[in-house]
């Protein structure tokens, strides 16, 4: 009967685990009215023990209920695992083929490690760690045999403390740090390596060429998976990065007039606030953007890409959206304020302000759709010209005295900070767009004329 | 008189590089009207040659300046350098002492290895990727003994493709990757190199014991070190750096006030505007705040930073700040806006939005104090009442109808925006206080009487 009511517990636990509670104080009940205090006390070590092991049953549930999603998220994640896998598989071959094994012997596992540590992400992330680990390696065996030459171990000793400080610190530099990282590291280990072993081998030549020769083949088998099987390209995600952050803005901005002004009609409506919060993520975009700017620079030419992209003007977007987000950040904390405006006071301006945000909204959505398509953001240009007669409308609104009848100012601040807010909005707005003409002139975008917004919009 | 002339050349580049082109043209301008043109070529090959050479010492030069400022802004990282060196000699010692070479062998290299991948800068990120390495090598060794036992080489190299593929998507997992990515990463690394060479080695127990022993040396050597000599607490760090975000921001707002009032007074003043711009870092410190943060739970006791520190608290008031920071941002704008009020429109709220910006910059002032000093912030306490009734002021002058007397809303606009973004960053900053409160509390920070207080402001 026990058995069975553990049995019964478990189900419940899997049903809804908030329910164990309510169950064990039930049985705690049953066992205090019914058995003995001894075996109460055992059935209560059990429990516990039980509802341990169904802890962790959970939390192993929900690490695989994350992987799952995670996989959901970005089908390339799975790919990257399995690409990972085959690349290892086939620097494995050398300790399986006799004549490749004869050939390299120990030095065959530096490819293995190579491999395992090389092989990122992305293209340009793999790359550029391969190309790291090259130079590391080649420059550090160069080094290596002159110190080598020179001195004893001791001496070697010295020498090699004194390069890994000096490397160590020049890692702080921001502009080495950015690219030449991982390379000063490969370095240090290196020249330690080969510096102090070859106090015991004196064939530290043919050392230094075959661990160069196992790197390359363990870089460049990396690299070859990377660019030739499904390739994740960090240029290409930087790119979609910075359109996809400008059409968030954008979502907002649309929604936003008519939230805002709603709230006052219809009372708060707290769901589609919620749905308003995809912008958030902007406002920490700025080290991935860089990162993916730094790998994207190890990338060769791929689609319509070159290898001299002007990735700094991606940054320099990025930057201006972030500015533009910043702003919309104040704004949505207007939408949550325990204290708006009456209605009356709101109503004046609603359909400016209402089109102010629609329009930069458009705007923004629209050269997010062009950086994406890559033609020119023509399209955007007329929300931009709509936006900036919207401001010129709110300004005549308000120099004509529009709240002249209204004599209590603190009801008019929330809405004026409102309305500055929306302008300061438009003016990144436009300066966003001024960017994107500037990346779409250096890359030469399509010209595009803007047939869909006709058909959207067939009243312009 | 040619060699002279480089010379002098030389000399004019170093003074000031961009002087070069008005050298460089006035010889050119001389080559013309007094040699034959083949001589002035060649002239010109060497000026080129001459301009290059310049142009990589000049770059050298900025190179060694910039790891000069490097090492002056934070000595530490000279220190962590020379720790790096010294952790490296103490491990190649094993090199040097026969007995010990004798019962290592080439092992011995997996120290090295160990110390130059796992030292790095703070105590905690040295023990996070220490202990990640040893559990790391320990979880790998164990899994391939006991895969080496089940197959032969090909289901061996089918089991490792599989472990590496699991463990390399397991690496995007957010929870992992902030803790345990390095060691995944020893893992996949150790698990297919021990079970691959097994197929040449069978003392593979032997290898795993050795390649353990030697990984914990290495990392116990780096511990010890970063703990011993001089440590870099990331714990610490995170406590500096939320007290110091807190304080840039009080910096901006105790000179706020009087930088926009006296704006409108004097014209503009753009030099006291670029001494306020040191807020901007805390917009983007989210992603060093968390990495700090990973960092330091790894970190024992030290100082009066206990195992279990509330780091989490640490990140909750670090997102307050930011929250205030993007308030901060849009107020900065509204220092350089074109399109400035008419003094007389804002010295009605002069006052008023001075005090507010005053105090809420010495609260935030205070808490930064507080949290460094570890006291309890009561020093703070009084400002945010005094910020809190400045609002309620400016809130009653609204009430009044001060600008009843101006037609222009327009003119109006950015004064009423500027002071509801300064009611936005009075009650930031009132929720900054809370959780800093709270913070005290979890650590029972001390009591102090706000005397110091008291002492700079006697008229209160």
């Not at 708006?340 to 705007?363: F, L, V, Y």
């Amino acid at each position: 009967m026990q058995a069975s009511f553990f049995f019964s517990l478990d189900f419940a636990y899997y049903l809804d685990s908030r329910y164990i509670v309510r169950v064990k104080s039930a049985m705690d009940l049953e066992c205090g009215s019914q058995e003995p205090v001894k075996q109460g006390l055992l059935a209560r070590g059990w429990l516990k023990i039980k509802a341990l092991s169904n802890n962790v049953t959970a939390e192993v549930f929900e690490f695989f209920r994350t992987l799952r999603k995670l996989g959901q998220d970005d089908p390339r994640r799975v790919v990257h695992s399995l690409k990972a896998g085959l690349a290892l598989t086939l620097v494995s071959l050398f300790y399986y083929y006799q004549p490749l094994y004869d050939s390299f012997g120990v030095s065959a596992m530096w490819a293995v490690i190579t491999v395992v540590v090389v092989f990122e992400f992305s293209v340009g992330a793999t790359l550029g760690k391969g190309v790291n680990r090259g130079l590391g390696t080649l420059l550090a065996g160069a080094l290596a045999i002159g110190a080598h030459q020179l001195a004893n171990l001791t001496g070697r000793i010295q020498i090699c403390t004194c390069a890994a400080a000096i490397s160590t610190f020049a890692r702080f530099c921001p502009k080495i740090k950015a690219r030449y990282d991982y390379g000063l590291l490969v370095f240090i280990l290196t020249f330690s390596l080969i510096s102090i072993s070859g106090f015991r081998d004196d064939e530290i030549l043919e050392l230094v060429h075959k661990r160069l020769l196992t790197v390359v083949i363990g870089g460049s088998t990396c690299v070859i998976i990377s660019v030739l099987l499904f390739p994740v390209w960090a240029g290409q995600d930087l790119h979609n990065l910075i359109a996809s952050n400008m059409e968030k803005l954008g979502v907002f901005l649309e929604g936003f007039g008519d939230e805002y002004f709603r709230m006052a009609e219809e009372g708060e409506s707290k769901q589609g606030i919620s749905l308003l919060q995809g912008y958030k993520s902007v406002l920490n975009s700025k080290n991935n953007e860089e990162a993916l700017a730094n790998f994207a620079r190890w990338e060769p030419r791929h689609g319509r890409f070159q290898f001299r992209h002007p990735w700094k003007q991606y940054l320099k977007i990025g930057a201006l959206t972030r500015q533009c987000a910043y702003r919309i950040e104040s704004l949505n904390g207007h939408l949550h304020a325990d204290i708006q405006a009456k209605p009356e006071i709101r109503s004046k301006i609603q359909s400016t302000c209402t089109e102010m945000s629609m329009e930069s909204g458009e705007a923004l959505k629209e050269l997010s759709m062009a950086i994406k398509t890559m033609v020119k953001p023509f399209a955007a240009d007329i929300h931009i010209e709509n936006s900036k007669s919207a401001v010129k409308n709110l300004n005549s609104l308000l120099k004509s005295g529009l709240w002249d009848d209204e004599p209590n100012l603190l009801e008019v601040v929330p809405v004026a900070t409102v309305a500055s807010l929306l302008i300061d909005v438009v003016s990144c707005t436009a300066n966003i767009a001024e960017s994107v003409h500037e990346l779409a002139t250096m890359l030469n975008f399509e010209a595009v004329e803007p047939t869909v917004l006709r058909e959207t919009e067939p009243e312009i």
